[in-house]
């Protein structure tokens, strides 16, 4: 299933932190793409295509202005969408339908300022990660963690950054890093 997570309402003053974030748990976790939406911010997409570079792998992200359309067009392309609000259902009722009914893949919609209503009546799930308010970097990688059933906390996920520069071994008390040409 191939996922992109949609990032919608980004404040280029504000949100600059807690977006690229975003970006990063989405390539953490296994997402395929990263939509950006709100305010163009050239940087961050600069920021994350350079630790893509770096770390492996091949997500992509890209700037939408008009993200309205973007979830229309996929859509009509039969994919699914799902919005993360604490106002939904609780995804563990629902996250193995949400992967059964995905299989042409998924978009993830996550807010920043006040999200509008028609994101509401756009997505076909939108999914609680608890009915408590918290962050959308947290909601992210629970959900996508769910919806990937646990892979990528596993060791054979890092074989997803392939043509790694720069790869982690995993020590108890050393920071270790191997670069390769
Ligand atoms: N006040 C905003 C609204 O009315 O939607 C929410 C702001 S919240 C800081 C930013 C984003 O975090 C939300 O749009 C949502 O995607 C995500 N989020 C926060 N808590 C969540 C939860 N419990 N479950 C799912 N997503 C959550």
Redesign the pocket.
Known sequence: MKIIVLR??HRKKRDIR?TTHCCLVARAFLADEMVLSGEEDLGILETVRKVAKNWGGKFRISYEANFHRFLKERKLRGWKIC??????EL?KGKIDQIRQDAKKGLVV???????PAEVYSLADYN??????????????GV?LNELNGGVALKPEAQRNFTKAKLIIEPGLKARKIRREK
């Not at 919609?109 to 999200?115: L, R, T």
Request: hydrophobic share 55%; no cysteine.
């Open positions: 919608i309402g807690v919005h993360l609000t604490m106002y939904g995804l919609v996550i807010g920043a300022e006040k999200v999914i609680a990660v608890t009915s408590q308010p918290h962050s959308e970097v947290a909601a992210l959900f």
